[in-house]
Every structure is written in structure tokens, then in C-alpha cells.
């Protein structure tokens, strides 16, 4: 059994391997998407899409018959900050993306997009789907639990307000952690490593037993995933 569980790292960015964590490993475009293939095993599910700051260099056809062999679609989204694609290229790439992985989990970046992007999910009926490093608005915490969506909480929790707020706020059957592992943040490059020091963070700023956490969160991914615990 695992004790970790990364719902969202770049493991193929990654020069090392981590044992004892389940990760889902997305991409990020063809070339990480074809890496990320290369590492699956036991302890990685690989997510394959094309990464909204990578829309407007990447061919969509190409992608869309990789979904069809990948545990997921991800990682995929709108970013409304930082992609150089015009919104509605975005959307187009979201959407088609989404429709190729059908059945399949959506692993979500949805930066100043938060709304947007839901809308998107819900009207395409996607099943599951989670927000990963959610630093969205509070009030669509509600919206994203009805549907049976979840949110990941990232390492960075122990430090941004923002992301601690949101901690505050979802319920915890909705809750997932990830590393976002093989991104730069703050001159840090972010590992599953880091999981473990999350863990304690929440666990201590929720007031909740550490293996409770654990417990739930091991549930909850493998709900999210649709992988089976028995075989992990
Ligand atoms: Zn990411």
C-alpha cells in the first residue's frame, strides 16, 4: 500500500524515482506526453494532454489519439494569465481534449479561469475532474463538490494564504494532494518529497490525525483515479 499520492506531478521532468508514492503523472505537450508513456508502471499513471501554455505551438491531432491510450487526460486547461493562445484556442483545445478522454479523469489547470473552466467540464458531462493547486474563488467550492469534483493541495500551503484559505473552506472528501513536481516554484524545485511535510501541515492547521488525512486522501484518489486500492 501507498502512503502518498501525488494527483499532479511532471514526473517526466524528473531525474529521479520516487518509491512509496502513487503519482499520476501528467504532460505537458507530444514530447512529455511520449516521456511520461515511457515511465509507466506499477506506481504511475500516466496523463497525457497538451498544457494551455503550450496551445499555441502544438498540434492538436496529434494529442488527441495519445488520450485514447493514456489512465487520463491531463495536464489541460485555461489559463487567462499567463498561455499566449487567445481564450477562445484555449477553449477549443480544452473541450476537444476533454471529448477524446471520455470516461477518463480530467487533471485541470485553470488559472483566473477557475469559472470558466468548470462550466466547460460540467457541459461536456465530465464524471471526474480535479483543480489541481486550486487557488480559485471560494464560493465555487460548492459548485466543484456537488459535482463530485476534487481539488489538489499543493506543498506550497504551508506558505500561500490563498491556497490555505481554500484548505479552510472544502470539504475534505473533495481533497487530493499533489507535488506539481518538476515545476519551479520560488526558485524550489517542487518534488513528491514534499508530500510528506504537506500532510503534516494541513494535518496540523485542520486539527486532524495525520492517518485520518492519509486515509482519506488514499480514498479519495483512488475514487478520483478509478484505480482499485486492492490492486495497490
Ligand atoms: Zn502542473
Known amino acids: 500500500m501507498y502512503k502518498y499520492f501525488d494527483a499532479h506531478c511532471h514526473y ?24 511520461t508513456f515511457s ?3 506499477d506506481n504511475v499513471l500516466v496523463g497525457v494532454g497538451i498544457h494551455p501554455w503550450r ?19 491531463g495536464e489541460v486547461g485555461l489559463d487567462y494569465r499567463f498561455a499566449k493562445a487567445p481564450k ?16 477518463k479523469l480530467i487533471n ?11 462550466n466547460i467540464l460540467v457541459k461536456n458531462d465530465v464524471k471526474s475532474a ?10 465555487l467550492l460548492k459548485d466543484i463538490e456537488s459535482a463530485g469534483y476534487f481539488i489538489s493541495i499543493n506543498p506550497s500551503v504551508s506558505f500561500q494564504k490563498k491556497h490555505q484559505e481554500v484548505l479552510k473552506n472544502v470539504d475534505l ?10 515545476y519551479e516554484y520560488r526558485g524550489k524545485l517542487l518534488e513528491p518529497s ?25 480514498n479519495n484518489f483512488f475514487k478520483a483515479y478509478g484505480v482499485n486500492p486492492v490492486n495497490n
Not at 477562445?88 to 470516461?103: P, R, S, T, V
Open 55 to 73: 496551445v499555441h505551438e502544438e498540434d492538436l491531432t496529434r494529442i488527441l489519439s495519445l488520450i485514447i491510450k493514456a489512465d487520463f487526460v
Open 108 to 118: 485541470v489547470h485553470a488559472l483566473d479561469a477557475w469559472k470558466d473552466a468548470f
Open 130 to 139: 480535479i483543480f489541481h493547486w486550486y487557488t480559485g474563488p471560494i464560493n
Open 88 to 103: 477562445e484556442l484555449q477553449i477549443k483545445y480544452f473541450e476537444e481534449q476533454i471529448k477524446a478522454g471520455e470516461g
Open 173 to 182: 472528501k473533495n481533497v487530493l494532494t499533489e507535488s506539481d513536481g518538476g
Open 194 to 218: 514534499d508530500i510528506p511535510n504537506a500532510i503534516s501541515f494541513m494535518s496540523n492547521f485542520l486539527g486532524i490525525e495525520e492517518y485520518k488525512l492519509v486515509r482519506i486522501i488514499s
Open 39 to 41: 515511465l509507466k508502471s
Open 12 to 35: 517526466s521532468y524528473l531525474k529521479k524515482k520516487y518509491e512509496g508514492y502513487l503519482i499520476a503523472a501528467v504532460s505537458m505537450d507530444y514530447q512529455s506526453a511520449m516521456d
